[in-house]
C-alpha cells in the first residue's frame, strides 16, 4: 500500500487519540471519547475484513491475557446478581459492554500503531502524537485563561459523575473543572506521557524544547502532584539506569525536570483563586461548597493555595509524612481489599466496581453537624487505580500475568537503552506510576505506549 492510501488511516488514528482527550464533551449524548474508541476499533475491523496485507503477531501473551479478562467479565455478568447504584447513567449490559469496549480499543490501539509503521517512520509517529498533545495542552490553557480574561469557556457538554455539567465557573478555590477532562488530574494523566516523547523530539530539533513549554504549563497548572511527580521521577530513575549502564551521565535527562520547576515558578504568577460562588450556583452541591474558603484538612488547605509551587510540593511533604495511607483513595482500597476473601478469578470488569461501590459509600461517610454524609452516593465508584482494578476483575491470576507482560516490556527496552528506548522507557514508566494512583482503565495511552515498545524491537529484528 502507498503511502498517499494510508494517509485516511493515519487521521482516523490520530483522531482517535485526540478524541480520548476530549472527556468533558460528548456529542449527542455520546461521550466524545467512546467515539474516539469506536473510530480505533473500527480502524480494526476494516483491515480484518477488507484486508491490508498486515497481520499483527507481537505480544502473543497480552492478546491472550485480555481474552482471559474478556471471558472472565462475560461469565461474571451473566451470574451478576447486584443491582446497579442509583444514580448509574446506564444500564448493566450497557456499562459491561462499554467496558469490555475499552478491551478492544486497547488492543486495536497497539495494532494500529504497528499497522501506520509500515508507512511512516518511529520518528513521525511520535510527531503526531505530540501535535495532538501540544493542540490539547493549547484547549486547556484557552479554559484556564477564560475565566479571568472574561471570555467564553468551552461548553461542556457531558454530564460529570453527579449528572450535572461542569462549568469552570463551578470551580470555587480549585480548578477542579480546567481543561478538557471532566477533572484536571485526569488531563495531566493524559499529558504527562506525551512529555517525554516532546524531548526526545527535541534531542533532534532545538525548536522541540520551545513547544515543550505548552504542555509543560498545562500539566503544572492542573496542580496534579501525580502528573509532575511522576515525570520528575521517570527522569530521575532513567537518568540513574544510563548513568549505571553507559558510565557516563546523560545532561538531557536534566532539562526536563529544570523546566518543570521553572514553569512551576511561572505558574505561580499565572494562578488565581476563585471567589466565592454565588449561592444560585451551589445545588446540587451542598451550601457550604459555596465558601472557598472551608477546607476538609491540610492537604485539601495546600492543593487550593494560590501558590502553584506550594499547592504541589507542601503536598509532597505531607503526603510523605502521612505515608501511602494519606492517600485516601489508597486507604479505602486497602482497607477494602483487606476485608475480602482473596479473588483467584477476579469478579469481571464493571461488577467489581459495582460490588466496591456499596463498601464504599459505608467507607467513606462522615458526620457533620449531626447528620451522615456520603461521599459518593448513589454512584459507581471508580478504582482510581490500574492494578486494583486488574487484582478485582481478574484476580491473582490476572494481576500476576499482567506483571509479567510489564517486566518483559521493561525488560525489552533495556536490553537495548538507545536514546528512543530511553524515552519511551520514560513514558512506559510514568503511564504505569500514574495509574496506581488516578485512571483505572487500559487507555490508549498505554496501548500507544506498548505499541511504540513493540514495534522499536520488531524493527531492529
Known sequence: MKLKNINPIVFIFILSIFLEAMDAFSMYAIPLPWIGIALMIGLYIINYFFGFDYEFDELPSLRIWLFYIFCVTVIRAVSFDSILPEYA???????????????????????????I?????????????????VLVS??????YF?????VPDFTRSRPGSGGWTQPIKRACSILRNYGTFREPSFLAVWLAPTIPLTFFLAKKKNYWYFVSLIPLLAMVLTRSLTGVISVILAFLVASLIWTIKNKSFNFYLLIPIVMILVVSILGNNLSYKFP???????PPESSDKCNCSLYDDKLDEAKNSE????????????????????????????SYISSENIKIFGGGLGASNIDY????????????????????????VSFNNLYVNIYLSSGLIGIAWFTSIIFALFRKLLNSFNDLNLYLFINFFIILLMYFFQAEELGLSLAV???????NEKNER
Not at 98 to 115: C, D, E, Q, T, V
Request: aromatic residues 14%; hydrophobic residues 40%.
Open 89 to 115: 447513567s446506564t444500564t448493566f449490559s450497557q456499562y459491561i459492554t462499554l467496558r469490555l469496549l475499552k478491551l478492544l480499543g486497547f488492543i486495536a490501539g497497539i495494532w494500529a500503531i504497528h499497522f
Open 117 to 133: 509503521s509500515d508507512h511512516l517512520n518511529k520518528e513521525k509517529i511520535i510527531e503526531y502524537l505530540v501535535y495532538v498533545g
Open 138 to 143: 493549547l484547549f486547556s490553557l484557552y479554559s
Open 146 to 150: 477564560s475565566y479571568f480574561l472574561d
Open 276 to 282: 466565592a460562588l454565588d449561592p444560585t450556583m451551589c
Open 307 to 334: 501558590s502553584v509551587t506550594k499547592s504541589i510540593f507542601t503536598r509532597v511533604t505531607l503526603i510523605s509524612s502521612g505515608g501511602i495511607d494519606a492517600f485516601e483513595n489508597i486507604s479505602f482500597l486497602r
Open 357 to 380: 461501590s456499596y463498601e464504599f459509600e459505608e467507607m467513606s461517610k462522615q458526620e457533620k453537624e449531626g447528620q451522615i454524609v456520603f461521599r459518593n452516593p448513589g454512584q459507581i
Open 449 to 455: 505506549s506498548i505499541g511504540l515498545i513493540t514495534l
